[in-house]
């Protein structure tokens, strides 16, 4: 033991993506829904994140699950009306660097 050493460990958590996070429109007609998916996160979490979402920008949105052509299902937020920008915005804000905006 080093008596010199410091023993404190510094955290330097920063999230590693393997997936693109993707924030993509859909309208119909004069409505439009934005959708996010690949966010390495639990569903709590999301729900979360959806709350300060909605607080915000007075929006609705929800937590639904998708279906991959595999089979397997991914967890994406939709939120209502063209909030693409903020969204993108929001996520560099917590750390998220691997955003692609489609659409």
């Known amino acids: 033991m080093n008596p010199f050493e410091s023993n404190i460990e510094i955290n330097t958590y920063i999230p590693k993506l393997d997936t693109v996070i993707e924030i993509w429109n ?23 994140h959806l709350k300060i979402i909605k607080k915000r920008k007075g929006c609705n949105g929800s937590v639904k699950e998708l279906l991959g052509e595999d089979g397997t299902t991914s967890l994406i937020i939709q939120v209502q009306g063209n909030q693409k920008d903020y969204l993108k915005e929001y996520f560099i ?6 955003i692609k905006l489609k659409g």
């Open 26 to 48: 859909e309208c119909r007609g004069r409505k439009s829904d934005t959708f996010i998916s690949g966010l390495p996160l639990e569903e709590q979490e999301l729900l979360d």
């Open 93 to 98: 804000n917590l750390g998220f660097n691997n």
